[in-house]
């Protein structure tokens, strides 16, 4: 306890630039992947294959490789020069974004063909089709799979401590210059993200009740 | 599937999807041209940092240092099943603390990044006198955590064969041992092993955790390599070398995991629904 209480501005710190990471990334991961998984059964052939070639590069590339491009190598580009933390968002989301899209996916492939054939009756354009009627159905259909992708995310984000930003997975290492006990900094850490992980858990169970669509 | 969302394009829509087509492939290729001329202008295509390629010894570092990764993802697999096998058998054991047990095991350890765990082994144990090589760390990491996993899959594969296949085994008078070995396990793991598979990609990506605790692996050695002023610090020729690996390696497994998907689909032997649709999603993610 003694660790807890006398760091716990470092801790403090350091789960909150956590939840940032985790917001900004996911809110941009939840965009993009939409986006893709919709590219991805779009009636253009060559938006198909765009949507397929990045999840398969993507989901098979490691998130700390993504991580080591956007901070070691990226720089050397000299495009725009962007910080740690943005980095670490933008490796994030554009790895995540990959699965949210097979999520999402799925999702469109779980609303009867019923509902697009109506809507292409009553003269629906493709895109009208697919954010009026498709999209709201499929989002509620994979709602606990998103959530899990999204604890999932949260997770990783532990990588970008490995990449200079300060947030939950870095205490060990400022604490260790203060002599801390770092079984015991770390044990408290893994306390935190079980914390976390158990309020999303929740939070998927009650999303599920409260929008699931009873088929 | 997908084809309901759209009719076959007619006259005017084929010339629409035409217009899009070229919209797409010209903007795909207006960012790799962005890609390509930047590397081209930071000096990253010419040739004496693409140098290093040329020297053996490099090469066979390259080679041992890929070796190290599949090492790792070698121990960290096999290990990662046993204890799998394990926690799963525990989850569906009939004595109540056997089952709480190994469900804490496995929800713990699913719940904590695994980087925080790989962290907890090189740099907490250390402080209980235990110290262990990254090697080691990596492969506990990874055994604990896609170990759990792993656990939720098989324990989901079981539960998802139709209930008749137990109890027709017990009613011919096996014993829950033997009702599992011969009948459950061998339907269930047919239905698994391509969610097994996606398992140890996620495995396999993950064994690059081990450049944070410098493990000498594939990445940790691209670092190095990339930062050597001898050879024009190659560090963007390097990632792109490395990259590639990662995901030829990865590709080749995943495109096993889905050959093993589509031959499970056309088999007649199949039973039961196609293993634990669901939970490969989160899980894939790592």
Redesign the interface.
Known sequence: MNVLTANSGVFVDGFVTTLQLFGLAAVGSLLLGTLLGVLR?S?????RA?GTGYV??F???????VF??FV??YP????VAISYFTAAVVALTVY?SA?VC??VR?G??TVP?GQ??AC?ALGLS?GQ??TAV?LPQAMRAVL??LV??L?????????A??FSVAEA?AV?SIL?ERGE???????W??LG??II??LLTLLQRLLEKHWSVAR | ??N????A?GPK?RVR?GV??VV??LA?AAVLAF?GY??D??G?LDGNVWNWLQYPRIRQDLLAALGATLRAFAAGAVLALLFGAVFAAGRLSDHAVVRGVATFVVE?FR???????I??FY??????HVEMSPFTAVVAGLTLYNGSVLAEVFRAGILALPRGQGEAAYALGMRKTQTTRFVLLPQALRSMLPTIISQL?VLL?????G??ITYNEL?YY??YL?AQPVLHRP??PV?IV??AM??AL??LL?LLATYLERRNRRSSKHIGPPAV??IT??????
């Open positions: 059964v009636p253009v052939p060559v938006c765009i398969t590069v989901r098979n590339t490691p998130l700390t490789l080591f491009f070691f190598a050397l580009l000299d495009i995540t699965f097979e999520v799925s469109i492939n063909a697009a054939e292409r493709f089709l697919v498709v606990p799979p899990s992708t604890i999932a995310l949260l997770k990783n984000t532990t990588i401590a490995g997975g060990r260790s006990n770092q079984l015991v900094v770390l044990a850490v893994a993200f079980v992980v158990l | 599937m997908t309901a969302l759209f009719d394009p829509a999807h899009y087509s797409a492939v795909v890609v930047r590397l202008v930071t990253q713990l719940a904590i990044p695994l980087l925080i765990l962290f907890f740099y907490g144990l250390p402080a209980a990609v990506k993950d064994t690059a955790l450049f944070l990445l691209a670092r990339g560090l963007i990632t490395v990259a990662y995901i990865n590709l995943s649709g669901l999603v989160p899980s894939e993610l790592g």
